[in-house]
Nanobody
């Protein structure tokens, strides 16, 4: 059974930066998609960024609203993914959930129903 432990988040002004971390355990070094969804109050959870880790390679995926501002990376030795969020705007405000799925598909789907393992979420607040 995989478990995800999240850290990071906080409160920043528009234009600021934050970094989220997601430490995964129990995935047994299998090909995996690891990333984040976010959710605004009273709205559906939406994809943010993901990274597919296969044997000897990794591929990032980004939702359109964050392309060019967010960067996802993974430290395989620590089984931890990082989401560097730059130039934050009020539209980035919300609860960010780490998600993981073991898959041999070679890519990461950006759909909530495709992910089995979830973190408890961390708040990102962007306001002036």
């Amino acid at each position: 059974q995989a478990q995800l432990a999240e850290s990071g988040g906080g409160s920043v002004q528009p234009g600021g930066s934050l970094r989220l971390s997601c430490a995964a355990s129990g995935l047994m070094n299998r090909p995996t998609c690891l990333g984040w969804f976010r959710q605004y109050p009273n709205k559906e959870r939406e994809p943010v960024a993901f990274i597919y880790s296969g044997p000897g390679y990794s591929v990032p995926y980004y939702a359109d609203p964050v392309k060019g501002r967010f960067a996802i990376s993974q430290d395989n030795a620590k089984n931890t993914a990082y989401l560097q969020m730059n130039n934050l705007t009020p539209e980035d405000h919300g609860m960010y959930y780490c998600a993981a799925e073991v898959t041999n598909e070679g890519y990461c789907a950006m759909a909530v129903e495709q992910y089995t393992y979830w973190g408890e979420g961390t708040q990102v607040a962007v306001s002036s």
